[in-house]
């Protein structure tokens, strides 16, 4: 692409700024946004690893030889989204580790953006998946369906809703 701001693009003439608002060359944006998306990775990794880790351990409780069908392929289906999630967390360091070196930076960037997007939608669903086993062995009730629904809603509006709402006001600013 051509234009200021993007990757592969010439620099400026003297006394230009780029188009992007910051006085920064496109390499050293994708340096900016690979150091951002490391900070996003390493939140959420930790998250994902005490859930996942908790969830491995579930198996070997006396209480999981007491659990049901239906609670079971619960467990195993959050097991495998926990596991789902770790790898597309833990994506973006072995592509930034395999490709690193090649001059690839900013198509770094970008691949490692998108893993960790769908990382954070498979959260979503590893989330909503031990919430409603738990909730379904704590409660035992009508109510687990609708208590699950209110966090799921609560967290797909502070995760996607909010940043949404706010990249539809505030791009129109521009």
Same mark, same amino acid.
């Given at each position: 692409?051509?234009?200021?701001?993007?990757?592969?693009?010439?620099?400026?003439?003297?006394?230009?700024?780029?188009?992007?608002?910051?006085?920064?060359?496109?390499?050293?944006? =994708?340096?900016?946004?690979?150091?951002?998306? @490391?900070?996003?990775?390493?939140?959420?990794?930790?998250?994902?690893?005490?859930?996942?880790?908790?969830?491995? +351990?579930?198996?070997?409780?006396?209480?999981?030889?007491?659990?049901? =069908? +239906?609670?079971?392929? #619960?467990?195993?289906?959050?097991?495998? @989204?926990?596991?789902?999630?770790?790898? =597309?967390?833990?994506?973006?360091?072995?592509?930034?580790? #395999?490709?690193?070196?090649?001059?690839?930076?900013?198509?770094?960037?970008?691949?490692? =953006?998108?893993?960790?997007?769908?990382?954070?939608?498979?959260?979503?669903?590893?989330? +909503?998946?031990?919430?409603?086993? #738990?909730?379904? #062995?704590? @409660?035992?009730?009508?109510?687990?369906?609708?208590?699950?629904?209110?966090?799921?809603?609560?967290?797909?509006?502070?995760?996607?809703? @909010?940043?949404?709402?706010?990249?539809?006001?505030?791009?129109?600013?521009?």
């Amino acid at each position: 692409m051509s234009s200021h701001g993007t990757p592969g693009a010439d620099p400026p003439e003297a006394g230009e700024p780029w188009r992007d608002g910051r006085n920064e060359s496109p390499m050293q944006r =994708a340096d900016r946004r690979w150091s951002e998306l @490391l900070q996003e990775v390493r939140v959420t990794q930790t998250g994902v690893q005490i859930l996942f880790g908790f969830l491995l +351990t579930v198996a070997f409780t006396p209480r999981f030889a007491t659990l049901g =069908a +239906t609670d079971r392929v #619960i467990y195993v289906v959050t097991v495998v @989204l926990g596991a789902a999630t770790t790898g =597309a967390l833990v994506g973006p360091v072995a592509f930034h580790r #395999i490709v690193s070196g090649h001059r690839l930076k900013a198509q770094t960037v970008t691949w490692a =953006a998108r893993l960790t997007m769908l990382g954070v939608v498979l959260l979503l669903a590893t989330v +909503t998946s031990a919430l409603l086993l #738990i909730l379904r #062995i704590a @409660l035992h009730n009508a109510a687990v369906p609708w208590v699950v629904a209110g966090v799921v809603a609560w967290l797909v509006l502070c995760w996607f809703g @909010l940043p949404g709402w706010a990249l539809h006001r505030y791009e129109r600013r521009k």
